[in-house]
């Protein structure tokens, strides 16, 4: 697991460029974070379930103190139910607009690795919280712009 | 039945939270408690306690996306969240009526298959 991968500001951290992603494993399909939106990764937090909520939203975490909605990343992008994770995790997180950001938690079975996904190499997607499918590596991941997680309707 | 501070309740297994100004009664019923507040009875399954003070957050637009209902706020008590009810427009699961969420069938944009 990444340990506590702090990255509170909006503008990528010195040594990382704006094509610096954390991939992550949500249900069978490996997702990339840009890292820039990523605030932490933490071991699962305990989260309480809202009455009437959509099946997207776990519910309710409790995070340095204050509230933060939690959503289930391979539910929002359609992924497969995987293997129970052993390790699962908590990503806390920027979304929607730079002006009108909010922190959410994404929760996903795993952390795998921070890769460099070149824009150039996105294709697909649905305009809008999935931005396309990139190579990396030896497979195809989900990149996935959490700007517009706030916007789109 | 007014105060300053708030009423925390259960329903749900969810934590709310109700305004002691808006509370107009309390009564047992229906297997637990039935609150009245400006927009009716509300109904709970426990009553936690009474807090005078919560840090209120606004309802932030990811979580109305997928919670849609009216809400005053959010707040953490003892290490747990909740929901600050608005007294005038209660989420559907205190009015006792069905929630018609978590169904996973919200429709969303098209996706990546």
């Known amino acids: ?153 | 039945m007014t105060g300053k501070g708030y009423l925390l309740v259960r329903r749900g297994g969810a934590l709310w939270g109700v305004d002691n100004a808006a509370v107009q009664s309390l009564k047992r019923g229906d297997g637990g408690f039935l609150l009245g507040v400006t927009a009716g009875e509300l109904r709970i399954d426990k009553i936690v306690g009474v807090v005078t003070e919560l840090a209120v957050r606004p309802v932030t637009a990811a979580l109305t996306r997928f919670w849609p209902e009216a809400a005053g706020g959010l707040a953490v008590y003892a290490a747990e969240p909740l929901v600050v009810v608005d007294p005038r427009r209660p989420p559907r699961a205190l009015r006792g009526l069905q929630s018609g969420g978590g169904d996973g069938k919200r429709r969303r944009r098209s996706r990546t298959a």
């Open chain 1, 1 to 153: 697991m990444l340990k506590s991968a702090e990255a509170a500001n909006p503008a990528p951290p010195t040594g990382l460029s704006a094509g610096s992603h954390l991939l992550v494993q949500a249900g069978e399909y490996v997702c990339a974070l840009p890292l820039r939106s990523v605030r932490r990764v933490l071991r699962a937090l305990p989260v309480h379930p809202l009455p009437g909520a959509t099946a997207e939203l776990k519910g309710l975490a409790e995070f340095a103190g204050e509230p933060l909605p939690i959503l289930d990343l391979a539910r929002l992008v359609g992924a497969p139910p995987g293997a129970n994770p052993t390790y699962p995790v908590t990503i806390v997180a920027w979304a929607g607009p730079q002006d009108g950001r909010e922190m959410i938690g994404l929760a996903a079975d795993a952390a795998l690795e921070v890769a460099e996904v070149p824009l150039a190499s996105v294709v697909g997607g649905d305009g809008g919280f999935i931005l396309g499918e990139a190579p990396v590596g030896n497979q195809v991941v989900r990149v996935l712009d959490l700007e517009a997680l706030g916007r789109e309707r």
